[in-house]
């Protein structure tokens, strides 16, 4: 399993930066892996935030395009989502996600509280 760290409560305008760690199981394996970023608001479905292949551009949502950086680092197995000019709309329990084909691996998620 995924294991993120990093969430919080952040003011609006503010900032977090968000890990994800990949397990054993991954590891082996993780440039073989498109990692994310999701999120998943109280009543909503959850969406993607971030999507990153191995050696690729990044992909955003519209949401959050110019906001947030999703890098990875292959060499220390991590996702990582930076999160700038928070907006309360951001609240929302965060997951991470490493795909290979039909194999689906997930974190527990972490939250993220955008308030003043």
């Known amino acids: 399993q995924l294991v993120e760290s990093g969430g919080g409560l952040a003011r609006p305008g503010g900032s977090l930066r968000l890990s994800c760690k990949a397990p054993?199981?991954?590891?082996?394996?993780?440039?073989?892996?498109?990692m994310a970023w999701y999120r998943q608001a109280p009543g909503k479905v959850r969406e993607l935030v971030a999507s990153v292949g191995s050696g690729s551009t990044p992909v955003y949502a519209d949401s959050v395009k110019g906001r947030f950086t999703a890098y990875r680092d292959n060499s220390r197995k991590t996702l990582n989502l930076q999160m700038d000019s928070l907006k309360s709309e951001d609240t929302a329990v965060y997951y991470c996600?490493?795909?290979?084909?039909?194999?689906?691996?997930w974190g527990q998620g972490t939250q993220v509280t955008v308030s003043s």
């Open positions: 996600n490493a795909q290979r084909g039909l194999t689906s691996t």
């Open positions: 054993r199981t991954i590891t082996s394996e993780f440039n073989a892996h498109i």
